[in-house]
């Protein structure tokens, strides 16, 4: 057995090259060679005189996986490209009373990027500090509006790599007092307020009730509709707000039954998470004679959304990102349940051109707009002075799009990037 551990040794350290006996200390090359007789005898005790062989056997083979190491160490491994991250800008905000020069603290405020082609999308959302200021960090370049679910609203511009400073005012209102019950008139704390945007079912958050369903509104304008929202009820029927001399009595927001909470991750084609994708919960049913608000949320940075509240039972999920083709699909939400959801988006194609007049020069702020199943799913741009145009995540095949006052069929090819130049047209037709 000696000489079969030996001459394998031996083999070896031969197959290692001259390279590899040139690392060796001289000394203990010499000391292994003598150590490997040419013919033994089978030993009971081979351990001794083979353990010299092994010891180079480990050391030469530590060397080569050291030169292996090395060697692959130097070629650069073939890593996926991270994405370039946008130029953004920021917003800081100075919000105070219009008659009085006191500032509005703890007044919550939403963004709209108005150069988007999903314009009606809330983007961020943030709440004034105790003196009365707010700041939207990370937001795209581009035209902007500001609103308050109290009634005021901006339009401005963000710059990348700036930070702009505007004023917002508020009007003064009246201050409206309540409580959050449920339908057997139970307290429900720390719901939150909704106010409903004007001809729309989707709303901005304006408070939260405290921890025995108390609230107090400041501002509050007449006409406005507010509503509650809470983990464990649906939502109550939204309320038309009346004038100051309503105010003086307490108005109680009765939310409904058992309620349900809709949880999801949004994915691309590659199962990667979709960052600022818009998710949207619309009851397919009625609340007090009519649809009752979206459930509105934006997708983190992991693509995860969660929407509190929601009515239980059918209702219509639509999913909107700017690359990517829209969502829309039923879905069956149980109260007071997590009830989740994973939602895969393809992408979309990049419609992009110039929009050119009867007489063959560019059209100047033209509306287009991209049809789709749903209202709330289209997609809208503007030409601008030059008289192009940005439509993006456009779905491959024949697509409805509006140019101005007339609507145009045009095949949208399955290609990342597709330009068309539209022409005005007299009157709708194909």
Known sequence: MKSVYSLAGLALLLAGGAALWLALPADESAGEAAA??????????????????????????????????????????????????????????????????????????????????????????VATTGDGRARFDALPPGRVRIESGLGAHLETTVVSG??????????????????????????????????????????????????????????????????????????????????????????????????????????????????????????????GGEPPPRALGITDSEGRFRLVGCEAGTSRLLVLHEDCVPLDQSVTALPRQLNEFILRLTSGTLVAGTVYGNDGKPAANVPLRLSSTHAWLAREARSDAQGRYVLRGVPPGKASITVGSATQVVEIPRNSAFTWNPRLRAASGG
Request: charge should be negative.
């Open 36 to 125: 490997v007789p040419q013919s033994a005898a089978p030993s009971a005790e081979p351990a001794a005189e083979s353990a010299p062989v092994e010891r180079a056997q480990v050391e030469a083979l530590s060397a080569l996986t050291a030169e292996d190491s090395r060697r692959t160490a130097e070629i650069p491994r073939r890593e996926r490209p991270r994405p370039v991250e946008p130029a953004t800008g920021a917003l800081e905000l100075e919000v105070a009373w219009t008659s009085a020069s006191r500032v509005a603290a703890g007044i919550p405020l939403g963004v709209f990027a108005l150069e988007s082609s999903q314009p009606r999308v809330l983007r961020a959302e």
């Open 162 to 287: 700036e930070t702009r400073t505007e004023r917002l005012l508020l009007d003064d209102g009246y201050a409206l007092a309540g409580r959050t019950v449920d339908a057997a008139g139970r307290v429900v704390s720390n719901a939150t307020l909704w106010m409903l945007r004007p001809g729309s079912r989707d709303s901005l958050r304006v408070g939260e009730s405290d921890s025995h369903g108390n609230f107090r509104l400041p501002g509050v304008v007449a006409g406005q509709r507010l509503f509650a929202r809470s983990f464990e009820n649906s939502p109550s029927v939204p309320v038309t707000l009346g004038g100051p001399e309503n105010a003086r009595i307490e108005l109680r927001l009765s939310l409904g039954a058992a309620g349900a909470t809709v949880i999801g991750q949004v994915l691309d084609s590659d199962e990667e998470p979709l960052v600022g994708a818009a998710v949207a919960l619309e009851s397919t049913g009625l609340v």
